[in-house]
């Protein structure tokens, strides 16, 4: 038996099966519309977690991509400044080699000195380099600038008020990065060795380890020259010796055969003339150039072998004076401004004079400018060769300065390159994941237009023969 | 004999009438919803003797009734309750879907992502007050967005709930309606009549009644329908009642027959899924978001209270969290602290309290033991308040309030102490002594010590009554008793404890301090027997001691520092310095001999470094410092509970939010570990905790819990759809399977009424015939 149709089923059905095609319909229409295949969670849940995961990703890896960005301008900022400082440093040894010279007069010297000063000042803006209103080279203290000057015991140093640590951020889950070098690292790098004695007076390195930075300069005094053979001879001392340098015992040897005369193992000497200019203070100077005036007048032309002994006194801040015992071994002595403690053995000290004693791999560079200046207006009267030998060791410090500054401006480099390719990875996983994310949550646009052709298709199609079903009526025949 | 024939006649005159009001009835009915097709039922009438011959009597029409499929109706009934169940379910569902504004909209997650973005870029930038400001509105729109998400969810419950009253007076209406055709059914079926087209209206009513709330029916003998909803009758053969509902104690909607003791539960219906909704799939929602929020404000604060704001240590702080008087008898002070209704749980642990002297930058660490059997309230202040320049108290409200001295600031970090020497026992200017091993030490009653300080002889007898058990005396014993000799005082001495071990030292400092251990009955407690007779001198110099870097550990621990021989640092020949940790084991041995330069940095373990300055050290005195290197600075979880450097308030979604102080002000943002301004350790570390599994949370990160909530919520709504487009299909073959049974078919009447009309003229033909019949009879008249 056929199945019987009640006329209500029909329309019923007519009408039910327009009404889900044109919801297929208005569903195609809304993703070619949205291009959106998932528009609430219900359209596809486990869809939607994944979706809800790459949204997580992707918002991660733009974290990061943000993070870099705005950590490698510091870094970058960074880097500019310690090419600015390693162009002043490459400057100031310039000045420097040409304050070496022995022919410049004072005010050449002078000039350089000037010239040193203004770039010392530039150096320390740039190691206060701030970026927004963050310092660069102070560690995590980023408030303050992190030098700042401090005259301590009548020389101006630099101190740094920053820390030793980076300015870090996150550019990957659980990858950090440094955006900073400490100003420490940078200006300032700590490679202590034992301290260096400019060699001036011969004082040497007591037994006791040293504490301290920067430098100190040991002022060494002649206090009196003394000498109780020498009298016998017929060779005075000029004005009681007064203005000798020399400190220590000496072996004056006068060897009158040949008509010499040599302090300890310094330079011999022709005894000078009857006669002549000098006779009446005729300088010797020992190996170290600790020199004693000598009166040859009443000199009784004799062979003559003796000591003659300088005594003086040393003090470490320049004020305060510790007579010279030259058996001690372990002097002793604290700067009361700068803290700084060093031991010395006065055994060795044959002259008097401003001895500059370095710790070695301590120095920052500032303070080593600033004796450069200081040294090149040769405030401690030395001879040529002497300040020589002193910028020589300013020359060491400057030049390792500058290496440390050019190791500092490496590790920026290199970290803004790596920063640079850890962007351009996440970029690329950036447009993996979105992609990933499109593949789940966007529609296929050609299959889109598809759908929704063959839903307005079979809409069509519905209607038309629905149209036609609801014509067919015995009605129409009956009359 | 004609007679019959006539009526016979009017017989199916009569019959076809009635077929043709039948069909009829039918073909204006067709589109009635609920009408079932009525059919006549024709017989022969009763044949009439006649001649002694039964002859048939014509047709007559029985009885007309529905076409119904009792079984069908009975299986609609079922589905159609299943349909307003899922009807209700998915409209509350999308609702809540709508609400989560996934995957595209200003959803949660994205406000989650917000949050951390701001963390990470002001971790590139911590003094940066823009950033700053940045991270504290995006911490402002997740916890809004928290806010709204669970008030929107808490008013499509009470709206739910409003919406189950309206329903409910709709199945009284239904009710009271089936109630009255059952009366008027019952009286037509005595009459012996069948009301059929009540009966449809009643089938209708019933079905209503089902797309409500799903029901069993029972038809009795009378043709009443007994209704039951849940067991409960609803509707009996001549009565209604009411059904009622209102909100519990829980704000849970209760629904129970007017009168009766026992609540209902219905399944199905829309009542069943509007109570489902509002007593399960809203509620496990909300606590999951609930849950969320917790983890993030405890997690966050967690991280955050061990920091230091931008501007420096803390000089006040008030806790987020307040005080519950658990036993009510007006004091919180005698509650446990894990019992004093805070937020979150308090075990046994130790927090570490940090005070800075902000003139000298000093830094000094206290340690606080929380037990969480033992400490009260009350003790957890007072410890507190014990610690210099520190005060605690509870404020108005019921909140922890801590203070610092005027000039003093005070963390809870984890930093190291640059110089943990405090009194000077590691190479400082004091004459020191210090005892080898740590506490206990085996005295006994009477024990002596004797010293000579300057000229003065000085001797200290230990007395049981001054201990605990003197066979375990411990050194902070010891150095009261020591403390409280008036020679001891008289002449600039003082004992101290420093890690368990003993320590004499002067008061005063320089090589001109001494004193002479004498010897005395203690010295071999001590491990000072073979010093018996030393003099122990002070120094002109003491060892400058400086700490640097982070402890990168796991756990918190104590490094104690002994120099190994006696000498100068950076002159003695083989002079060194042994590191142990607290179980005793040597982490480091640091060389600062001859070869070390004062002042230079030296590696300790976990990313601790040392280095030291000009002085002498004495292993033979036990020179000793110890130091805390911290990992976690609050393992009992105090102040996390106590709401003390939190960075969120609040219980769950509802009421989470940034602290007050901090979004008034957001300098306070704890973004420091070290204090200073631009180390965002803090910052680095909530970043972590995006990605950290989280055992709260079913070990899933903060962003896949949520994903977790969202998926729920989706797959339930996909699949309330899934099954309501399967329930649709199955009530659209049984609803055709019905019409084909019930259904009117217009074409199919108009065939009947073209029969009807053929057998009434064919009826009136043959009443002609017997007229034309009688008609010839009477001719012949």
């Given at each position: ?76 900022t960074?880097?500019?400044?310690l090419?600015?400082?390693s ?27 000037n ?32 030098w ?8 101006s140093?630099?101190?740094y008020?920053?820390?030793?640590e ?13 955006i900073?070098?400490?100003?420490q690292?940078?200006f ?26 920067g ?28 203005g ?32 002549s ?5 005729f ?29 003086g ?15 001690e ?21 044959k ?12 120095v920052?560079?500032?303070?080593a ?21 002193r ?16 190791v ?21 996983v ?27 298709q ?22 | 004999?004609?007679?019959?024939g ?13 077929g ?46 529905r076409?119904?499929?009792?079984l ?22 999308s609702?809540?879907?709508a609400?989560?504004q ?8 994205a ?11 002001l971790?590139?930038n ?28 808490s ?14 007076d ?8 089936i ?21 449809d209206?009643?089938d ?8 409500l709330v ?8 009378t ?30 909607i ?5 009168g009766?003791a ?5 399944n199905g219906g829309?009542l069943?899924?509007l109570?489902?909704?509002s ?14 929020a ?5 997690e966050v ?21 307040l ?8 004091s ?10 805070l937020?979150?749980e308090?075990v ?23 037990s ?30 801590i ?30 002594l ?26 200290i007898?230990?007395?049981s ?6 066979s ?9 008793v ?43 407690a ?12 002070g ?11 982070s ?48 002042g ?17 050290l004495?292993?033979?005195n ?34 989470i939010?940034v602290?007050?102080?901090?979004e008034a002000?957001?300098?306070?943002i ?19 905790l ?17 994903g977790?909530?969202?998926g ?13 487009d ?15 049974v ?40």
């Amino acid at each position: 038996m056929p199945l019987r149709i009640s006329t209500a089923s029909n329309y019923q059905r007519v009408l039910s099966s327009i009404r889900l095609n044109l919801s297929q319909l208005v569903t195609s229409q809304q993703q070619v519309s949205t291009g959106r295949r998932i528009l609430r969670p219900s359209d596809d849940p486990s869809g939607t977690a994944r979706v809800l995961s790459f949204n997580r990703q992707i918002a991660g890896t733009e974290r990061f991509i943000g993070a870099i960005g705005l950590g490698r301008s510091v870094v970058d900022t960074g880097a500019v400044a310690l090419e600015t400082g390693s162009g002043i440093l490459a400057e100031v040894r310039q000045n420097l080699i040409q304050g070496m010279n022995g022919t410049l007069s004072s005010q050449d010297r002078e000039a350089i000195a000037n010239e040193v000063e203004l770039l010392r000042a530039e150096m320390l803006g740039t190691a206060n380099t701030q970026s927004g209103e963050r310092s660069l080279f102070g560690g995590t203290k980023a408030g303050d600038s992190p030098w700042i000057e401090q005259v301590i015991g009548g020389v101006s140093r630099a101190i740094y008020t920053g820390n030793d640590e980076e300015q870090r951020i996150r550019i990957g889950n659980g990858v950090e990065i440094a955006i900073t070098v400490s100003g420490q690292d940078a200006f300032a790098k700590n490679e202590g060795a034992g301290p260096i004695y400019s060699g001036l007076t011969g004082v040497g390195q007591g037994l006791t380890g040293d504490e301290g930075q920067g430098y100190e300069y040991l002022t060494v005094r002649h206090d009196g020259t003394s000498s109780a053979t020498l009298a016998s001879s017929g060779i005075a001392l000029v004005s009681g010796g007064a203005g000798d340098t020399l400190l220590g015992d000496n072996t004056l040897t006068i060897d009158a055969t040949a008509g010499t005369v040599q302090l300890g193992t310094g330079p011999v000497l022709t005894i000078p003339a009857v006669g002549s200019g000098d006779l009446a203070d005729f300088t010797v100077a020992n190996e170290l150039g600790g020199e004693l005036h000598l009166d040859f007048s009443a000199f009784g032309g004799a062979d003559f072998t003796g000591t003659v002994s300088g005594a003086g006194s040393v003090s470490i801040d320049g004020s305060s004076f510790t007579a010279i015992n030259f058996a001690e071994g372990d002097l002793e002595l604290i700067h009361p401004e700068s803290g700084n403690t060093l031991h010395f053995d006065m055994a060795g000290i044959k002259r008097a004079g401003v001895e500059l004693v370095t710790f070695g791999g301590k120095v920052n560079i500032f303070d080593a400018l600033q004796g450069i200046v200081d040294d090149l207006r040769n405030g401690d009267n030395l001879s040529q060769p002497e300040l020589t030998d002193r910028l020589g060791i300013w020359l060491t410090e400057v030049d390792r300065g500058h290496n440390n500054l050019l190791v500092s401006l490496g590790s920026l480099g290199s970290r803004s390159e790596r920063m640079t390719k850890t962007e351009d990875k996440l970029e690329g996983v950036q447009l993996q994941l979105e992609s990933l994310r499109s593949e789940e949550q966007d529609v296929d646009i050609s299959e889109a237009a598809l759908d929704l052709a063959r839903a307005q298709q079979s809409l069509e199609l519905a209607q038309a023969s629905g149209a036609r079903l609801l014509q067919t009526n015995l009605l129409n025949f009956l009359r | 004999m004609p007679g019959v024939g006539l009526s016979a006649g009017l017989r199916a005159l009569l019959a076809s009438r009635v077929g043709l009001a039948t069909t009829g009835h039918n073909i204006t009915n067709a589109n009635t919803p609920g009408y079932s097709r009525q059919a006549v039922d024709l017989s022969a009438s009763r044949p009439v003797l006649s001649s002694g011959i039964l002859v048939g009597n014509g047709v007559s029409a029985t009885s007309v009734r529905r076409t119904v499929d009792a079984l069908l109706q009975r299986r609609l009934l079922t589905q159609t309750s299943v349909q307003g169940r899922l009807e209700s379910r998915f409209t509350t569902l999308s609702e809540i879907e709508a609400l989560m504004q996934e995957p595209d909209g200003n959803s949660l997650g994205a406000q989650l992502d917000g949050f951390f973005t701001s963390v990470s870029s002001l971790s590139t930038n911590s003094s940066d007050s823009i950033l700053r400001t940045g991270m504290i509105n995006n911490a402002v729109q997740l916890t809004s967005q928290f806010n709204q998400l669970a008030g929107s969810l808490s008013s499509i419950r009470a709206d739910t709930a409003t919406e189950v009253a309206i329903r409910v007076d709709e199945v009284n209406d239904l009710a009271r309606e089936i109630s009255s055709l059952n009366s008027e059914i019952a009286s037509a079926r005595a009459a012996g009549l069948n009301p059929n087209d009540i009966s449809d209206r009643r089938d209708v009513a019933i079905n209503e009644l089902a797309n409500l709330v799903d029901i069993d029916t029972k038809e009795d003998q009378t043709g009443a329908v007994r209704v039951l909803v849940d067991g409960s009758t609803l509707v009996s053969a001549t009565q209604y009642h009411n059904l009622t509902s209102r909100l519990d104690g829980n704000d849970e909607i209760e629904l129970r027959i007017s009168g009766a003791a026992i609540t209902m539960n219905p399944n199905g219906g829309v009542l069943g899924g509007l109570v489902a909704v509002s007593r399960d799939t809203i509620p496990q929602l909300s606590s999951q978001l609930d849950l969320l929020a917790q983890n993030i404000i405890r997690e966050v604060n967690r991280v955050h209270s061990e920091g230091i704001p931008a501007s420096g240590p803390y000089t006040s702080l008030t806790g987020g969290s307040l005080f519950t008087d658990t036993d009510k008898d007006g004091s919180f002070r005698d509650e446990l602290l894990s019992n004093a209704g805070l937020p979150t749980e308090v075990v046994s642990g130790e927090l570490y309290v940090s005070i800075t002297d902000k003139s000298t930058g000093e830094l000094t660490k206290s340690k606080i033991s929380i037990s969480k059997t033992h400490t009260t309230v009350g003790d957890f202040l007072d410890s507190l308040s014990s610690i210099p320049n520190l005060s605690a108290d509870i404020d108005g409200l019921g909140r922890i309030q801590i203070v610092a001295d005027a000039g003093f600031g005070f963390d809870f970090g984890r930093r190291l102490d640059p110089n943990p020497d405090n009194i000077g026992s590691f190479g400082g200017g004091r004459a020191s002594l210090g005892t080898a091993a740590a506490e206990p030490f085996a005295l006994s009653n009477g024990d002596t010590l004797t010293l000579n300080s300057g000229a003065t002889p000085i001797s200290i007898t230990f007395n049981s009554a001054d201990f605990a058990q003197i066979s375990e005396a411990t050194a902070e014993e010891m150095a009261a008793v020591i403390n409280a000799d008036s020679d001891v005082i008289a002449t600039g001495m003082k004992a101290s404890a420093v890690n368990g071990q003993l320590v004499m030292q002067t008061l005063g400092s320089g090589s001109s301090e001494s004193f002479d251990l004498t010897g005395g009955t203690s010295l071999a407690a001590l491990g000072w027997s073979a010093l018996s007779g030393s003099t122990i001198s002070g120094h002109d110099t003491s060892v400058d001691v400086s700490i640097t870097g982070s402890y990168t550990g796991k756990n918190n621990d104590v490094y104690t520092f002994r120099p190994v021989g006696d000498g100068t640092v950076g002159t003695t020949p083989g002079l060194s310095v042994d590191v142990f940790d607290s179980a005793g084991q040597r982490v480091a041995t640091l060389d600062i001999g001859d070869t070390y330069v004062p002042g230079t940095d030296l590696q300790v373990a976990q990313g601790v470094s040392v280095s030291f300055g000009l002085g002498d050290l004495s292993g033979t005195n036990n020179d000793a410092m110890s130091l805390d290197v911290i990992s976690d600075a609050d393992t009992s979880d105090a102040l996390l509970a106590v709401g003390v450097g939190s960075f969120f308030t609040g219980t769950g979604a509802s009421d989470i939010a940034v602290l007050d102080g901090i979004e008034a002000d957001p300098e306070l943002i704890a973004s420091s570990l070290s204090g200073f301004d631009g180390d965002n350790q803090i910052l680095l570390e909530l970043l972590d905790l995006e990605n950290i599994q989280i055992a709260e949370l079913g070990s899933a990160s903060l962003s896949e819990f949520y994903g977790e909530i969202v998926g729920q919520t989706g797959f339930d709504t996909a699949s309330t759809v899934d099954a309501l487009d399967a329930n649709d299909a199955l009530i659209q073959s049984l609803e055709q399977r019905q019409e084909q049974v019930s259904g009117v078919n217009v074409d199919e009447e108009l065939v009947n009424l073209l029969e009807f009309e053929q057998s009434f003229q064919a009826a009136s033909r043959f009443i002609n015939v017997l007229n034309d019949l009688n008609d010839e009879l009477l001719s012949l008249l």
